[in-house]
C-alpha cells in the first residue's frame, strides 16, 4: 500500500487496492527516469516500440486495440442524483446503480497487474486557480501520458498533503492478467463494457475498459472540464473547452490574450499555435484545447491552461500547417496509433512527404506499396492517433503561460466547421449576445467521437460531450458570470468565426496562419478600433478591414464580400434550427437567451 501524509489518500487508494486487487501498488513520482523505466518496461513486454533516439528522442510508439481509437460518447455518462440534473444532452443513469454495476466490473480487474497511484495538478503548481487529483490505473502507458499532460507526482503529493484535497480519478483498463499469460499489446474491454462515468455531485471520476486518450486521461476530459464545469458552476467560475492564445501587435508590443471554442476537429490546435502570414503580428501559445478562467481581485478575468502537454491530432500535421506541433513532438513524446517507419520514426497521413516503403501502419500492416492505398478508406495512420508532447517544447509557447495567477483575457471566439450561412467573423453586441452565439454553436460532426450520423450537429460552447450538468443550466451560469462582472467594461468581447464558409464547394477563406488576419481585426475591436456593419445577427467588419494584402489564393474583396455576407433567406432557416435546438432545454432554457432569439426572429420580419 502507499504511505503519504495525507491519510485520506492512504486509505482511498487501499480501499481501491482491495477491491481491485493488484499485483503490487505503485506510487508514481513524476521523474523522467520513471518515466523511461515504464516505457522501457512496455517496450520490454511489446506494448511499444522506442523509437529512433537520433530522430525521435525519449519518445515512443504505441497501437491500440482497433475498438479502442477514441472517446466513447455513448458511453460516457453524467450520474447525479436526478436525471434532470444531467440534461437533455448527457446519458444519465442513477449514480447508485451505476457504482453498483462498475464496482463489479473493478472487483478483480487489477490481477497480476500494477496499481499506479498518480497525484497530478491541473494547471501551475498551487496555482489561484489550480486544482489537484489522483488517478489510480492499471495502465503504464496512462502514467506516461499523464506525465506529458499534467504536472504529476512528488510535487503534486506534497501540495495534496498539505491541502488534503484532490479529486478522486479510477480507471482500469478491464482486463485483468492471468499469471503465466502474455499481456495483450493493448489491454482494454469490449466496446460495451467501456464506462466513461462521472459522478458531478460527489466530484468523482471512474473510468473502466477504455486506455485511449480522454477516456483514460482522467485529468483532461472528465475533470477538467466535465467535473471542473461542474465546480465551476457551484463556485461562479468558467472552464471551458477552449484554446487560448496570445496576440502581440510587435510595433508597440501591446499584447492581447484571446480563448476560443471550437468542437473537436475544428482546428484549435492549429489556431493556438498559429505563424502569422501578416507582418507586424506575433502569436504565442498558452493552451489548445482547455481553458480554466476566474475573476481575480480586480474584476479581471484570468485564465489559465490546465494541461502541460498537447494531446494533438496527428493526421494533416505538417510543417505547413502547424509547424510548431511538429516541432513541439521533436522528442519526449507518446505516438498513437500513427505509422511506424522503417527507420523507427512515425508518419501520417498530410505529414507533407511520402510514406516511406515498409512503414507499419497503426492496425500493425506493412505497406509495401504506399501510392496505391486510399488514404480515407485505409489510412497508415488512425483519422484520430495522436501525439501527447510537453507543452514546454513548443517553440511558441507563451513564456507567461505557467503564470499561477492566469493570463487577463480580452476576447472569447465562438465557432464551427459550418459551410454556409455563418460569415467569417461576427461580434456580440454585449456578453449576453455572446451567450447567446455560444449556445448556438453548431459544427459538421468529427471523427474523434465514435457512433455519430454525419452531418451538422449543434455543439454548444463546443461542450456538447463535456458538460457535467445540465446544458441549460450551464447557459444560465455564463449569464450569470456575466452578471458577476465587477465592471463591465472589463468583461472579454465576444466574437464568432466561421473560417470554414464555402462557395460553389471551395472555401472562401484560406485560414491556418491568415486567420491572424482576422485575429488582427479582432485585436483592433477590443480597442475599439475599425470599422462594422450591423447585421441581424452582430457586427461584421466593414469593407476593407480585414487586411488581405499579399493573398494569392484568390481572396479578393468580391469573395471577402461573399464570406462576410449575412443572408436574412439563409437565417430564417437557421433560426428554425435553433428553435428545436432550444426546445430540448425546457425550462431550464435562460429567458435572457428566448429574448436574443425573439429579437433576432423579430429583425429578419419573423
Ligand atoms: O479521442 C480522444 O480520446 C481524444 S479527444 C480530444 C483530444 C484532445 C483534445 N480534444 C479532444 C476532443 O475530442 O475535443
Ligand atoms: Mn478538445
Redesign the pocket.
Known amino acids: 500500500m502507499i504511505n503519504t501524509k495525507n491519510a485520506k489518500l492512504n486509505a482511498w487508494v487501499k480501499m481501491w487496492a482491495d477491491i481491485m486487487q493488484p499485483e503490487k501498488v505503485v506510487l508514481c513520482d513524476g521523474s523522467d527516469a520513471e518515466f523511461t523505466r515504464l516505457m522501457d518496461e512496455c517496450v520490454a513486454n511489446g506494448l511499444a516500440k522506442k523509437l529512433n533516439e537520433k530522430k525521435r528522442p525519449n519518445s515512443y510508439y504505441f497501437q491500440s486495440d482497433p475498438s479502442d481509437?477514441?472517446?466513447v460518447e455513448n458511453r460516457t455518462f453524467i450520474c447525479s442524483k436526478k436525471k434532470e440534473d444531467a440534461g437533455p444532452t448527457n446519458n444519465w443513469m442513477d449514480p447508485v446503480e451505476m457504482k453498483h454495476i462498475m464496482i463489479s466490473k473493478y472487483n478483480g480487474c487489477m490481477k497480476g497487474r500494477t496499481m499506479y497511484v498518480i497525484p497530478f495538478s491541473m494547471g501551475p503548481l498551487g496555482g489561484a486557480i489550480s486544482q489537484l487529483g489522483v488517478e489510480i490505473t492499471d495502465s503504464a502507458y496512462v502514467v506516461g501520458s499523464m506525465k506529458i499532460m499534467t504536472r504529476m507526482g512528488k510535487c503534486a503529493l506534497e501540495l495534496i498533503e498539505k491541502t488534503g484535497n484532490f479529486i478522486p480519478c479510477v480507471h482500469s483498463v478491464g482486463k485483468p492478467l492471468p499469471a503465466g499469460l502474455k499481456d495483450a499489446k493493448w489491454p482494454c474491454a469490449p466496446i460495451d463494457d467501456k464506462y466513461i462515468v462521472q459522478f458531478p455531485e460527489e466530484h468523482e471520476i471512474w473510468t473502466f475498459g477504455s486506455g485511449?486518450?480522454?477516456?483514460a486521461l482522467l485529468g483532461?476530459?472528465c475533470f477538467a472540464l466535465r467535473i471542473a464545469s461542474k465546480m465551476a458552476q457551484e463556485e461562479g467560475w468558467l472552464a471551458e473547452?477552449m484554446l487560448i492564445l496570445k496576440l502581440t501587435k510587435t510595433a508597440t508590443k501591446e499584447t492581447k490574450y484571446v480563448c476560443a471554442a471550437f468542437?473537436?476537429?475544428c482546428g484549435?490546435t492549429n489556431l493556438a499555435m498559429l505563424i502569422p502570414t501578416i507582418p507586424g503580428w506575433e502569436v504565442k501559445t498558452v493552451g489548445?484545447?482547455i481553458s480554466w478562467m476566474k475573476y481575480d481581485k480586480n474584476g479581471q478575468l484570468r485564465a489559465i491552461n490546465p494541461e502541460a502537454g498537447f494531446?494533438?491530432?496527428a493526421p494533416y500535421t505538417s510543417e505547413k500547417t502547424n509547424k510548431n506541433a511538429l516541432d513541439s513532438c521533436c522528442a519526449n513524446t507518446i505516438f498513437t496509433n500513427v505509422g511506424l517507419t522503417p527507420d523507427g520514426d512515425v508518419w501520417w497521413e498530410g505529414i507533407g512527404y511520402d510514406c516511406p516503403v515498409g512503414t507499419i501502419d497503426w492496425k500493425g500492416n506493412v505497406v509495401a506499396d504506399p501510392a496505391s492505398r486510399d488514404k480515407d478508406e485505409n489510412p497508415v495512420a488512425h483519422k484520430?492517433s495522436?501525439f501527447a508532447a510537453p507543452a514546454e517544447q513548443c517553440p511558441a509557447i507563451d513564456p507567461e503561460w505557467e503564470n499561477p495567477e492566469g493570463v487577463p483575457v480580452s476576447a472569447i471566439l465562438f465557432g464551427g466547421r459550418r459551410p454556409s450561412t455563418v460569415p467569417l467573423i461576427h461580434e456580440a453586441d454585449d456578453w449576453n449576445h455572446g451567450v447567446f452565439m455560444g449556445s448556438i454553436v453548431g459544427s459538421e460532426v468529427?471523427a474523434?467521437?465514435i457512433g455519430l450520423k454525419a452531418g451538422v450537429r449543434r455543439d454548444p460552447f463546443a461542450m456538447l460531450?463535456f458538460c457535467g450538468y445540465n446544458m441549460g443550466d450551464y447557459f444560465q451560469h455564463w449569464i450569470n458570470v456575466g452578471a458577476a462582472a465587477k465592471d463591465k467594461t472589463k468583461l472579454p468581447k465576444i466574437f464568432f468565426v466561421n473560417w470554414f464558409r464555402k462557395d460553389n464547394g471551395k472555401f472562401l477563406w484560406p485560414g491556418y496562419g491568415d486567420n491572424s488576419r482576422v485575429l488582427a481585426y479582432i485585436f483592433d475591436r477590443c480597442d475599439g478600433k475599425g470599422e462594422t456593419v450591423d447585421t441581424v445577427i452582430g457586427k461584421v467588419p466593414a469593407a476593407g478591414q480585414i487586411n488581405i494584402a499579399g493573398l494569392t489564393d484568390g481572396t479578393n474583396e468580391e469573395s471577402m464580400e461573399k464570406v462576410l455576407a449575412v443572408n436574412p433567406e439563409d437565417w430564417k432557416a437557421e433560426v428554425a434550427l435553433i428553435e428545436e435546438h432550444y426546445a430540448k432545454f425546457g425550462k431550464h432554457l435562460p429567458k435572457e437567451l428566448r429574448e436574443r432569439l425573439d429579437s433576432l426572429k423579430k429583425k429578419l420580419g419573423m
Do not use: E, I
Open positions: 481509437v477514441a472517446r485511449y486518450g480522454g477516456n483532461k476530459k473547452h468542437p473537436s476537429a484549435k489548445d484545447d494531446f494533438g491530432v484520430n495522436r468529427t474523434a467521437a460531450p
